[in-house]
Every structure is written in structure tokens, then in C-alpha cells.
């Protein structure tokens, strides 16, 4: 098997065992993932890529460690990213700033999309239309908690009550799941 | 806790926004809980999912170059966002969940002087110090038992691959070993060899995302 063709956890295994062709592969492979994810979240292009690399670093690191059992491979890096992200984007709270001015935030302008025949054949489409049924409220809330604000700094930034933040953030995963998953699963990995 | 308090807590845990002591009660919970378990597991899923929701980014020219030379030369440290002193982070706010964990830190600690009390023929004193979540909950403690290195988490999960690793000061790391439930704790214990190099302590998740932290007693 060529490492272009490579399956997503074979190229870690690749990386456990030091493999240069198979690190540069996956590299390749996550990059503009990773650094989308960590753009989405920090709005910032160069402190995307500072967290996409530091990411990528650390699953080079830790590939020995990552079981297959717990998630794709993509799942696994970009947890990582998004837990990077959220670090950075905590160091800059000093500064009062509206979450929703970030990419992620217009995510919660969007209209609802239609659902035609290609996206329901597609995550990542399948999601966007899943995210845009949500009333913009709860998409709001959601919105925020995915970007490592807590229910209590929702809340404050909504100006409504906690309870009425947590009601939105919980209301809105369960919803987003169960519209999601209304379709069989596809691999979300490359 | 009940299924239904763990329900209503479950989308801010696979969100990683729970706070260490509420989290703590539902990882406790979860443990014997299969059906909350699975609960969790699917949204945990579903957030994972979220991130397809970002377009893919081009990187600029070089950055791949960049990641592998960084990664040759890898010192072993991390970020600097990581590594802001989370002991001193906004320690007003989180005095409940300080005096609620130190309660079980005290326990633990007493665990460790109990544990070295038999066969010790020093002195029996113990010095400590916190072990400390990246935002700042306290978690365990290092202890110093007449010379010999404990580290006890009370960090409730059946999650059995976390690694306890040292690092100099330096920047290099080495791993000391698994942690192992014993007596209600992850704990490891052993010798650290050179104690005047070391910098800190940490527990590592296998996605590794560190857990807690924590410095030698001096």
C-alpha cells in the first residue's frame, strides 16, 4: 500500500513508528482541517495555524496512544485543535469581545438550508442543514459552548438566565443530534 | 446524582465547559451508569461531528515544513497557552470548588501517610502540593513521603491509560508510568530521580490533552 492511499490510522501507526513518509501524509492530509477549525474558532489566520501546528505536533507526539476504538483519527486531531483553541481564545477574554463576531458566530446567522439530494449524502452538509433548523437562539448558545464558553458566560452574554442558557445549550446538541443522525452515518475522514 | 441531574448536565461535559466539581459528580456517575454512559458518548460524538463544520483553511506555503521541523526538534514542553500558571487563575470564583475538592486532597493526603506509615522508618512527615486542572480546579496532590514521590487524582473515570510524566526544566519528558486506581485514587508512586531538575509533574490523557499538573513539594 502506497502511504498516499493510506488509511487515517494506519498513517498513526505510521507515526508511532517514526515513519517520516507517513508523518509528512498526515500533515498533508489534516492541515487545512485543522487550521479551518482552529480559524473557525479564533478568527485570527497566523494563531490558526500556531494551534494547528502545535496540534499536529502533539498528535505526532502522542500517536502511539491514540485508539483507534475511541474515534476516527480526524475526530481525535481535532479535538485537540478545538481544546487548543479554546485555551487561546480564554487568554484573550481580558478583552470583552462578542463570541459571535468570530467565523463560528455566523454560523448562527445562516438561513436554513435546504436539504437537497447531495447533502444527504454529505457530513459536513448534512450538519449545516441540522444547524440551521435550530431556532437562532439556541444556534447561538450551542455556538458559544462549542467555543469553550461556559453556560454561566452564555448567560451573561445573552442576557438571560442561566437556567435559560443551559435549557438553549442542551436543547440545541440533543436537537442537532437527532437531526443529524436522522440519516445513516458516512465516514467523516478523508 | 441522578440519571436525570446527569442528563441535563451531559451536553456541557462533552463540551468540556463543566465545572471540576460537577463534572467530577457526573464521570462518578457515569462509571456505573451504562445507559447515561451512552448517552454521553453520542453527543460527545456529535461535537466531535461539529468540527465539519468549518471550511478547510489552505496553510501557507512552508507550514507543513514548519510542523515536521517542529516536531524533530520537540522538546517536549507545551504551549505556553497551557502552561499559564493555573493556580493563580481567577482563584476568587472558584473557592466552592476549591474548599469542596480539598476535602478529598486532605483525604488522599491522609491515604498517603497511611499507605507509608507501616513500612517507613523515617520520619513520616509529608509535605504536598495541589494538583491543578488547566483551569485551575484542584484535582490531587504530589506528596514527598521521606524522599519517595506519591501522586494522587481523585479524577472518578474507568479510564485506565493515563500517564503520570515529568518534566525537567529543561523541556525534556520522560513518563513515569500509568497511574492505578487504588484506595479510591489514581495514584502512582515511586522514586524521581534528580528532584532539583524537575520543573513539574502532569497526568496525561492518550489524546494527549493534560489532565493536571503539579509541581515537587519543596
Known sequence: ?190 | MRCDEVRDAAPELVLGTLDGAERALVLEHVDHCVHCREEIAALSGTVSDMALLAAPVRPSDGFADRVVARAATFAGDEPAVALVDASRRDVRRRWPVIIAVAAAVAALAIGLVSQRAAPSTGTGTVAFTPMVTPDGGLLGAVSDVDGAVAVAVSYPTNWPDYRLEVIRQDGSTTTLGPLTWWDGAWRWKGDVSDPATVDRLRVVRPDGKVTCWGRLPA
Open chain 1, 1 to 190: 500500500m502506497d502511504v498516499d492511499d493510506a488509511p487515517d490510522d494506519v498513517l498513526i501507526a505510521g507515526l508511532a513508528a517514526g515513519d517520516q513518509a507517513a508523518a509528512r501524509m498526515f500533515v498533508d492530509r489534516f492541515s487545512s482541517r485543522a487550521i479551518g477549525l482552529a480559524y473557525q474558532l479564533l478568527g485570527d489566520r497566523a494563531a490558526a495555524e500556531d494551534v494547528a501546528q502545535e496540534a499536529l505536533v502533539r498528535a505526532w507526539r502522542h500517536a502511539g496512544t491514540y485508539d483507534v476504538r475511541r474515534g476516527s483519527a480526524s475526530a481525535w486531531l481535532l479535538t485537540i485543535v478545538r481544546n487548543l483553541a479554546i485555551d487561546t481564545l480564554r487568554l484573550r477574554r481580558a478583552v470583552p469581545f462578542d463570541p459571535m463576531t468570530l467565523p463560528i458566530g455566523r454560523l448562527a446567522d445562516d438561513e436554513p438550508a435546504a436539504e437537497d439530494e447531495a447533502a444527504r449524502h454529505d457530513d459536513a452538509s448534512r450538519l449545516r442543514v441540522a444547524l440551521g433548523a435550530l431556532p437562532v437562539e439556541q444556534r447561538r448558545c450551542l455556538l458559544m459552548a462549542y467555543a469553550g464558553y461556559t453556560a454561566m458566560e452564555v448567560a451573561a452574554i445573552e442576557h438571560i438566565p442561566l437556567g435559560t442558557a443551559k435549557t438553549r445549550i442542551r436543547t440545541g446538541l440533543q436537537k442537532l443530534r437527532l437531526s443529524y443522525l436522522g440519516e445513516p452515518r458516512h465516514e467523516a475522514t478523508s
